[in-house]
């Protein structure tokens, strides 16, 4: 049973959680999509960054909004997160974009970007450019339409509401575990902790929010 099973019917009844289960040969397949994507990235950013965007922009903007609570702020964090993932293969060699974790790592910008959010209360949006200035044209914006990223009726905002009061340190191994669906080590990878601490973190969040969901029910 996951965690959506026992966050108490009334908040989750209809929510669909975001967490997909798959397969060894799931997990194969999208280890060569990533090795393929960071290829593509060493050879030509500005070809296949929007690739990237596409592929990953949904589950940045669904990590943000249930660790801030808020669609603006998470459209605004996804947008710098992406900015900064751009800027940051712009400096590295073919050999280190083609060594990168490259999920983990993604996740660890959005971490950071929201950290330094939730600290300073504001972050300005920045546009996505290329070398020469010009704009990057992107396909698909979740900043844009978060209407389409995230619609979600009251139990759903409940749902977000509670993860986002969370403590931070129980808020996001929880996410990243049962929002986004990553293991255990990618998690500790991100966030640069022992896989022992991770597990104890993720178990104790989800503890929290059933407390929260149950107590949110009964009221």
Request: aromatic content about 6%; charged content about 25%; proline content about 5%.
């Amino acid at each position: 049973m996951g965690l959506w099973s026992h966050c108490g019917a009334g908040l989750c009844n209809g929510l669909q959680p975001l967490r997909v289960s798959v397969g060894v040969q799931g997990s194969v397949e999208a280890g060569k999509r990533e090795r393929t994507l960071l290829a593509a990235l060493a050879a030509d950013l500005d070809g296949a960054f929007e690739t990237l965007v596409a592929r990953y922009q949904h589950r940045l903007f669904g990590c943000a909004y249930h660790l801030l609570g808020d669609a603006g702020d998470a459209e605004e964090a996804a947008q710098d997160a992406f900015v900064r993932a751009y800027r940051a293969l712009a400096r590295y060699g073919p050999e280190r974009i083609g060594a990168l974790a490259l999920r983990p790592w993604l996740y660890r910008i959005l971490l950071n970007v929201v950290r330094n959010r939730v600290r300073r209360k504001s972050v300005p949006r920045v546009p996505l450019e290329r070398h020469d200035g010009t704009p990057l044209e992107l396909a698909d914006r979740p900043w844009e339409r978060p209407e389409a990223v995230v619609e979600r009726a009251e139990a759903a905002r409940g749902l977000a509401a509670a993860i986002a009061a969370l403590p931070e340190r129980l808020r996001s191994p929880l996410t990243l575990r049962h929002i986004d669906g990553l293991t255990y080590a990618e998690i500790a990878e991100i966030l640069r902790q022992p896989l022992g601490t991770v597990k104890v973190y993720v178990h104790r969040g989800v503890g929290k929010l059933r407390e929260a969901l149950n107590a949110a029910e009964v009221s």
